[in-house]
């Protein structure tokens, strides 16, 4: 939400509050995944970049596939136009979300090899990479939790050095998470995304994405 948003709810909040109301009501018959996607749209209708950057990934975490969102784009092309959806692409494509790989969009999610569980020292979390993506492991109690390495927030690929003890450092607007738990600790409220795993019987530990 903008700074001048901010400010007209906390100085004319009851002026806003049927305009919201009525935005809520409605869309209460459609499920959320949906609901994020005409959201992205109209986004990108208004060529609102940072509005592009908030709905994607609410878009991806209400369950829509990359391939989903560029072809609900080009299904679009009547009321968008060709140059706005290039305009959009330009964009998602500078935010490097691996779903959106040329060679990776069309692939079904699958079981990858990630590391094996003797690398992975107790009590010290690491960052690991497979399928092209990247992953944050913490293993405690000889129990693993995995989490995907991008940020909440805006997908930002968050690095290894921004460990710093068990908690995560988003570089980008300073959001922080529990790696015991994964929920957002400061500036935020959105938590890491749990990967699913499992174990091979050679040990070797493998991510579903």
């Known amino acids: 939400m903008s700074r001048a948003l901010d400010y007209l709810l906390q100085t004319r909040g009851e002026t806003l509050a049927p305009y919201f109301k009525f935005l809520k009501q409605a869309g209460s018959n459609l499920d959320p995944k949906t609901r994020s996607l005409v959201s992205l749209i109209a986004k990108v209708h208004a060529e ?24 609900v784009l ?28 040329a060679e990776q969009i069309d692939q079904q999610p699958d079981w990858h090899p990630l590391a094996t569980v003797a690398e992975i020292t ?22 693993l939790t995995i989490y995907d390495s991008r940020c909440p927030h805006q997908v930002t690929n968050i690095p290894e050095l921004a460990i710093e003890g068990f ?3 988003c570089p980008k607007h300073n959001w922080q998470f529990d790696l015991h738990s994964g929920d957002c600790i400061a500036k935020g409220r959105l938590p890491l995304t749990r990967l699913q795993h499992r174990i091979s019987d050679q040990g070797v530990i493998e991510v579903f994405c």
């Open 48 to 71: 609102s970049e940072s509005g592009l950057r908030q709905y994607l990934p609410r878009a991806l975490r209400d369950g829509a596939s990359a391939a989903e969102i560029i072809d």
């Open 167 to 169: 908690t995560l450092t």
């Open 74 to 101: 080009l299904f679009s092309l009547p009321m968008l136009g060709l140059s706005k959806i290039t305009w959009a692409i330009d964009i998602i494509l500078d935010m490097d979300i691996p779903d959106f790989n």
């Open 122 to 143: 107790e009590g010290v979390p690491v960052k690991r990479g497979a399928a092209g993506r990247e992953f944050f492991i913490l293993k405690e109690q000889q129990q």
